[in-house]
């Protein structure tokens, strides 16, 4: 069984721009949610979808906005980016959240 | 809201225990889990437990709860250069779809 997979797994923007982050569920999994790791705070908790709605929402700016397909699929954006954006920004799904989550390798997001 | 707190460094010698402990506040939480994040690498499940238990015992990892204190430790016996990594502990509430993270320890193991 395939892994979550999320692309790109590098990328670099300037301050202004925005982005868009894909994620692909284990398949069968419903729930997927978005973390932010930074190396001073840690996961920070961005948001999670259940069949393509928002069941819940960390404490960020409306900056960062999300989205989940009919085939569970999810994209995560960040409009007007920011140097402190840089982070690795993970992606997990479970068959049930939170339960048990499975993480995909991350997308390593880079503002200068 | 939740909290949860780590010690971020733990520095062991090969073939001893090694003992990661984590603070949280939410006397709701459900479930609490050990993740490993390996460089490069996202997080991986080690091992949870149920906050009715006590103690559960996986192989060479041990998880003890301490439901009073709000403290959980995960033991890691005759630890080996391959369990170097950052562990997070992370609790699940009762009646919210997230987990919260602590920071993450940092556990070097030396030969």
């Known amino acids: 069984k395939a892994g979550v997979t999320q692309t790109p797994r590098y990328l670099i923007k300037t301050r202004g721009q925005q982005v868009t982050l894909s994620c692909s569920p284990i398949?069968?999994?419903?729930?997927v949610s978005w973390y932010q790791q930074t190396p001073g705070q840690g996961l920070q908790f961005l948001f999670e979808y259940f069949s393509e709605t928002q069941r819940n929402k960390g404490n960020f700016p409306g900056r960062f906005s999300g989205r989940q397909f009919s085939n569970s699929r999810s994209e995560m954006n960040v409009s007007t980016l920011e140097l402190g954006d840089s982070a690795l920004y993970l992606c997990?799904?479970?068959?049930?959240?939170?339960?048990?989550?499975?993480f995909g390798e991350g997308s390593r997001l880079t503002v200068l | 809201g939740e909290d949860v707190e780590q010690s971020l460094f733990l520095s062991v010698r090969e073939g001893d225990s090694s003992v990661i402990n984590c603070t949280y506040t939410d006397s709701s939480s459900t479930y609490l889990y050990w993740y490993k994040q390996e460089p490069g690498a996202g997080l991986q499940l080690l091992t949870y437990i149920f906050s009715n238990m006590d103690m559960k015992q996986d192989q060479r990892l041990t998880v003890l709860l301490n439901k009073k204190d709000k403290h959980l430790s995960l033991r890691i016996a005759d630890t080996q250069t391959g369990d170097s990594a950052i562990y997070f502990c992370a609790e699940e509430s009762s009646n919210d779809y997230k987990l919260s993270f602590g920071a993450g320890t940092t556990v070097t193991v030396r030969a």
């Open positions: 997990a799904s479970s068959v049930n959240t939170p339960g048990e989550l499975f």
């Open positions: 398949s069968g999994h419903r729930s």
